[in-house]
């Protein structure tokens, strides 16, 4: 079994970058497809990007595309998902997942969150 945390949240500007960081432990990560996914108040949960274990597929949401960098780094059992050119609508608590299927939508492992407010 894995477990997964969040962390890299806060306050940001319009415009500004944040990086959040997903740290397993429990297990090898690179047996694990990582997800993250976003929850704004009053919103369903979103899925944002995905990163397999071993190929380094990816998959990003068509909301974050070109402004959105998910990488990896299995020696440190870490998943990181640099986040650029924020916006207001990116506002949202952001929650990393661990599954051993590649983009699933109801991953088995869920981190705690990290709340990220974009506001000037």
């Known amino acids: 079994q894995v477990h997964v945390a969040e962390s890299g949240g806060g306050l940001v500007q319009p415009g500004g970058s944040l990086r959040l960081s997903c740290a397993a432990s429990?297990?090898?990560?690179?047996?694990?497809?990582i997800g993250w996914f976003r929850q704004a108040p009053g919103k369903e949960r979103e899925g944002v990007s995905c990163?397999?274990?071993?190929?380094?597929?990816?998959y990003y949401a068509d909301s974050v595309k070109g402004r959105f960098t998910i990488s990896r780094d299995n020696a440190k059992n870490t998943v990181y998902l640099q986040m650029n050119s924020l916006k207001p609508e990116d506002t949202a608590v952001y929650y990393c997942?661990?599954?051993?299927?590649?983009?699933?939508?109801?991953?088995?492992?869920w981190g705690q969150g990290t709340q990220v407010t974009v506001s000037s």
């Open positions: 997942a661990a599954d051993r299927a590649f983009g699933t939508r109801v991953p088995a492992y």
């Open positions: 429990g297990s090898t990560l690179d047996y694990y497809a």
């Open positions: 990163i397999s274990g071993r190929d380094g597929r990816t």
